[in-house]
């Protein structure tokens, strides 16, 4: 079975430009979750989505970031305008909620490079 | 607030030694437990999980035991591999008075022949 699909695995931008990445959730689950991973601060949840609809963006850095979910098999997370400390490596996750306490299976993740 | 914290690495161990990487969490009410595993240039894979107290969970040889009133999850692996380096991550996730996931630092471990 396909797991999470990310897209693209690596990207190189420069400051000011817009970038948007990509996230396939698993069939059948209805909750997404997008991370960013860094060295400093560790993994970190940006924002999830229950059945397509945004339930908790707290985690979201800035306005210059912004998250959707047109459907149950597609989200994207943009960032415009970049800015070099967003380089980190952002990951997306999704599982089959019932209770909200289950297990999330995760994207290989998009590594972001701004320059 | 809810918390997770880890033991610092590295872990530097030889094949087939014992191991045990210590976590320790703060949540609001009744929290899953997990321990996921990452390999260089890869996502975050499911290790193994607990639901509830006195929980254990195991996969691949490794288990963590849910304790409550010690509030930790270590995971223990009777005999490690080569194959076994990577970075371990304890997380908790609970819906108890709103949604939190939590995870902590990590761990990386490295195993030598």
């Known amino acids: 079975d396909a797991g999470v699909i990310q ?16 996230c396939k959730p698993i069939s059948g689950h209805n909750s997404l979750f997008w991370y960013r991973q860094t ?12 059945n397509n609809v945004p339930i908790d963006d707290s985690g979201m850095p800035e306005d210059r970031f912004s998250a959707k ?11 415009q305008p970049s800015e070099p400390r967003d380089s980190a490596v952002y990951f997306c996750a999704s599982s089959s909620w019932a209770g909200g306490q289950e297990t999330q299976y995760f994207g290989p993740g998009t590594r972001l490079l701004v320059l | 607030g809810d918390s997770v914290t880890q033991m610092e ?6 094949e087939e030694a014992f191991l045990t990487i210590n976590c320790t969490y703060t949540a609001t009410g009744y929290p899953s437990l997990f321990w996921y595993v990452q ?4 996502g975050l894979q499911l290790l193994l999980k607990a639901t509830k107290a006195d929980d254990k969970g195991s996969n691949k040889g490794f288990e963590a035991t849910y304790r409550k009133e010690t509030t930790s999850f270590h995971l223990e692996k ?11 991550f304890c997380a908790l996730i609970r819906n ?9 630092a990590g761990t990386r471990l490295f195993v030598k022949a």
């Not at chain 1, 400093?40 to 989505?49: K, V």
């Open chain 1, 39 to 50: 060295m400093m601060r560790g993994l970190e949840l940006l924002i999830y989505f229950n």
């Open chain 2, 96 to 104: 108890t008075g709103g949604f939190k996931t939590i995870f902590g």
């Open chain 1, 69 to 79: 979910m047109p459907n149950a098999s597609f989200s994207t997370l943009k960032i």
């Open chain 1, 7 to 22: 897209s693209p695995r690596h990207e190189v931008t420069e400051m000011g430009q817009e970038v948007t990445l990509r």
């Open chain 2, 39 to 42: 390999y260089p240039g890869e």
């Open chain 2, 78 to 88: 009777g005999s490690v591999q080569v194959s076994d380096s990577a970075v371990y």
């Open chain 2, 9 to 14: 690495g590295p872990v530097t161990l030889s």
